[in-house]
C-alpha cells in the first residue's frame, strides 16, 4: 500500500532537507514519489514537523538491574497493580507493554539498552521481545571478565583479545560493547573501595587505562560500527572532571563513546567543594574528534540508579532515598540498585541538572552529542519532552533556574548561554547521528530505501507537549499512534551484530567454562530457539 504523508515540514538532516515536501512509503520502506500514482492512504501534514522515528542509544529497558528494581520498588512499579484492560499483548508483562508504548507515542522508534552482562543475554533477549512496537538491542558489558583480564595478564595478542570479544557478540546477539569502570568491579572483590583510571587491579596487574584502551582497539579489529562505549572512573565525585580528560587523552585517537558524561562534570569549585565543570568538558570534546558522548541529563523527579558500576553503587548506598538499596556481585560486573530522588532544593541535584544542560547547548555539534537521561538513572525517558523544551527555549530555561539555590548561579554558566536548539539540531541529535553512531543505514532518515519508520508532530509553541504525544507515528510502514495515543501493537526487531572472528577462540572459551563452571558454554548462547518468534533479529552490517 502506498502511502503519502502530505505537505508536512521534512527535517531529516541525514540527506539535507529542511523545508515543505511529501513523504512517501510502501512495503515498510521509504520510496520516492512516483509519477502519475495516486496513493492508497494519504495524511495531511501541513502545519506538522515530519522526522525520521527517533533513536535512543542509552536507556536501560531490560536486563537484571532493572528487573531487580521493579522487586526493590513495588509501590512504584506498573507490574503491582491490576493490569488495564487496554493492554493488548497477552504475552507481553505489563511493565514492557508501557516502555514500547510511552516511546513510540513519543515518536522513537528504536531503542538501545546499553548494558547486559554477557551471562544474562538470554534473559535480556526475551525481554526485549516482549516489548511493543519498537526495535531494540543492547550492549554486552566487558572489562571485568576473568577470561579478558587473564588474556591481558598474560600479554595474548591483539587479535586474540578481538576474537574474544567478536565470539562474544556472536553469542549474545548484541550490537556492540559497553565497558564499564574497567576493572573496577574485580577491585570490589579485593575490598578495592575507589578505583581511578592508573589504579591496578589486585591479582591482575592491570590498570583501569590498561583495559579500557584494549577493548578500544579491539573493538575496532572486529569492524562493528559502534565505538566501545565507556563508562568511566570515578562516577558522580567532586573533582571527576580531571579523570574524564585523562580518559580522553588516553583514547589513542581511536573511536571511543562515553557515556552519560554529565556524571562526569563536575569541579570543586564553592563553599560545598561541588561545581559545574562542563564549559571545561565541552571544550575538550570540541577539541578531540574521535570522542563523542551521550549526556545523562538530570531532571527532578523520582528515580532509581541501576549500574553496572556496583563499586559506584555500594559507595553510594548511605545516599539512597529511600533507604534502601540492593548490591550483587557476579562473576564479572555484578551491578547495584539504588532509589533516589533529584530535588530542585538540593544544592548538589540542582548543579547536576544545570551541568547536564551546558554540556547540550556549549557542545556545539550535534552529531557528537546525544540526547539521553540515562534512563532511569537521570531521569525517566518520560521526561525527553521537557527536556528538549529546555534545550530550545533559553526563557524556559531561566524560569527553572529561577528555582535553584542561589549560590548554584555562581558555579555554573548556564545562566549566560542564550543558545536555542532548532528542529534540524533535535532531529541531528535525535535521528541521523545515532544511526551513523551505531551503524544503522536503514532508520533514522527518510531518503528512499529508509525503513518507513516515520514520527509526524503537531507544531505548537508548548514544545514538551508537541514532543509528548506525536500526531502520527508510523512502524515499518504502519500507523501505530495518532493524537499520542498508541493504535496498533506489533513486535520489533532486535538489532544485532555478526562480526568476522577466528573460530579456534571458541574451543578455548570451551574449554575455560568447562574448567571454571562444569557446565558447556552453550548454556550461556542465545539460540534460535530460544525466542518466541523467527524474525525476532535483524544484522547490523559490520565495516567491510
Not at 541525514?14 to 515536501?21: E, M
Not at 530555561?397 to 532548532?422: C, D, F, G, H, M
Amino acid at each position: 500500500m502506498l502511502t503519502c504523508l502530505r505537505g508536512g515540514h521534512v527535517v531529516d538532516p541525514a540527506n539535507g532537507v529542511d523545508g515543505v515536501r511529501d513523504v512517501y512509503f510502501e512495503d515498510g520502506r521509504v520510496v520516492a514519489a512516483t509519477a502519475g500514482r495516486k496513493p492508497d492512504a494519504e495524511y495531511n501534514a501541513a502545519g506538522h514537523i515530519v522526522m525520521a522515528g527517533a533513536i535512543d542509544i542509552h536507556s536501560h529497558i531490560a536486563g537484571g538491574g532493572v528487573n531487580t528494581a521493579r522487586l526493590l520498588l513495588p509501590e512504584t512499579h506498573r507490574g503491582h497493580r491490576p493490569r488495564p484492560s487496554g493492554a493488548p499483548l497477552s504475552t507481553a508483562g505489563w511493565s514492557t507493554f508501557e516502555t514500547g508504548r510511552l516511546y513510540a507515542q513519543m515518536g522513537y522508534t528504536t531503542v538501545i539498552e546499553p548494558a547486559i552482562s554477557a551471562h544474562h543475554a538470554l534473559h535480556a533477549h526475551l525481554e526485549l521481545a516482549d516489548i511493543p512496537i519498537i526495535d531494540k538491542g543492547f550492549l554486552t558489558v566487558l572489562g571485568n571478565d576473568d577470561f579478558l583480564l587473564q588474556a591481558l595478564r598474560r600479554r595474548e595478542s591483539p587479535a586474540a583479545v578481538a576474537d574474544y570479544v567478536a565470539a562474544t557478540l556472536e553469542a549474545t546477539r548484541a550490537l556492540g560493547v559497553k565497558c564499564v569502570n574497567a576493572g573496577g568491579a574485580e577491585a570490589f572483590k579485593e575490598n578495592v573501595r575507589s578505583f581511578a583510571l592508573d589504579d591496578v587491579v589486585p591479582q591482575y596487574g592491570l590498570s583501569s587505562r590498561q583495559i579500557f584502551q584494549t577493548l578500544q582497539q579491539a573493538v575496532v579489529a572486529t569492524k562493528i560500527r559502534h565505538p566501545l562505549h565507556l563508562h568511566m572512573n570515578n562516577l558522580g565525585l567532586p573533582g571527576n572532571v580531571e579523570t574524564a580528560l585523562a580518559t580522553i587523552d588516553a583514547s589513542q585517537g581511536l573511536p571511543l563513546h562515553l557515556a552519560h558524561v554529565q556524571f562526569y562534570s563536575y569541579g570543586k569549585e564553592g563553599k560545598n567543594g561541588f561545581s559545574s565543570a562542563a564549559a571545561q568538558f565541552a571544550e575538550k570534546i570540541a577539541a578531540n574528534k574521535n570522542v563523542t558522548v551521550d549526556v545523562g541529563q538530570v531532571m527532578f523527579a523520582d528515580i532509581v540508579t541501576i549500574s553496572s558500576d556496583v563499586l559506584r553503587q555500594y559507595n553510594s548506598l548511605g545516599a539512597a532515598r529511600p533507604k534502601k538499596g540492593v548490591i550483587f556481585d557476579g562473576d564479572h560486573n555484578g551491578a547495584g540498585v539504588l532509589p533516589y530522588s533529584y530535588r530542585v532544593s538540593d544544592f548538589f541535584n540542582a548543579v547536576q541538572w544545570a551541568a547536564g544542560l551546558e554540556l547540550f547547548l556549549l557542545i556545539d555539534d550535534p552529531t557528537r552529542v546525544f540526547f539521553t537521561t540515562d534512563h532511569p538513572n537521570g531521569a525517566p525517558f518520560t521526561t525527553y519532552p521537557e527536556v528538549f523544551a529546555l534545550l530550545m527555549s533559553a526563557d524556559m530555561r531561566a524560569q527553572w533556574l529561577s528555582r535553584l539555590p542561589a549560590e548554584v548561579l555562581e558555579l555554573t554558566n548556564l545562566p549566560s548561554i542564550k543558545r536555542e536548539y532548532t528542529f534540524y539540531e533535535i532531529a541531528t541529535m535525535t535521528r541521523a547521528a545515532p544511526a551513523h553512531l551505531y551503524g544503522f543505514e536503514d532508520r533514522g532518515q527518510l531518503g528512499p530505501g529508509a525503513v518507513a519508520d516515520v514520527a509526524v508532530y503537531k507544531l505548537q509553541s508548548n514544545r514538551a507537549g508537541m514532543f509528548r504525544n506525536a500526531a502520527y507515528v508510523f512502524k515499518d510502514g504502519e500507523l501505530v499512534v495518532r493524537d499520542g495515543v498508541v493504535e496498533r501493537y506489533s513486535f520489533g526487531k532486535t538489532l544485532r551484530v555478526r562480526p568476522e572472528y577466528d573460530r579456534a577462540i571458541d574451543q578455548r572459551l570451551d574449554a575455560y567454562y568447562d574448567d571454571l563452571y562444569g557446565l558447556p558454554r552453550s548454556l550461556f548462547e542465545v539460540s534460535d530457539a530460544a525466542l518466541p518468534r523467527s524474525y525476532a533479529f535483524a544484522e547490523v552490517a559490520c565495516r567491510s
